[in-house]
Nanobody, 130 residues
Framework: QVHLLESGGGLVQDGDSLRLSCADS????????MGWFRQAPGKGREFVAA?????????YADSTMKGRVTISRDNAENTVYLQMFGLRTEDTAVYYC??????????????????????WGQGTQVTVSS
């Protein structure tokens, strides 16, 4: 079973950097491809980035965050990270990590679609003030 817990969110200033963590404390015995999404107030969930099970492949949304985020993982620690740079007020959102359904191909179509993910964390709030 996968049990994801995000951390690292908080209140930062415009232009600051922040690193989010997503720890899997479950005992599934499976290493999943992982994704990060975000949901701003009044908006739907938006894909941010994804990483393959071994970290060899990464994919980033073609959005305003591209070039300002880096996804990485440490499988020894069962943790996936999202490093964010140059944060802007429009980056204010709840950030979620999720485990991609095993067996799905790691393609843009599957990684960007929230229904490809089988387990989600509870989210961590990131608030960027001007």
């Amino acid at each position: 079973q996968v049990h994801l817990l995000e951390s690292g969110g908080g209140l930062v200033q415009d232009g600051d950097s922040l690193r989010l963590s997503c720890a899997d404390s479950g005992r599934s015995g499976t290493t999943f491809a992982m994704g990060w999404f975000r949901q701003a107030p009044g908006k739907g969930r938006e894909f941010v980035a994804a990483i393959s099970w071994n970290g060899g492949d990464t994919y980033y949304a073609d959005s305003t965050m591209k070039g300002r985020v880096t996804i990485s993982r440490d499988n020894a620690e069962n943790t996936v990270y999202l490093q964010m740079f140059g944060l802007r007020t429009e980056d204010t959102a709840v950030y979620y990590c999720a485990a991609l359904s095993p067996g799905l191909p790691l393609t843009p179509a599957t990684m960007t679609h929230e229904y490809s993910y089988v387990s989600w964390g509870q989210g961590t709030q990131v608030t960027v003030s001007s």
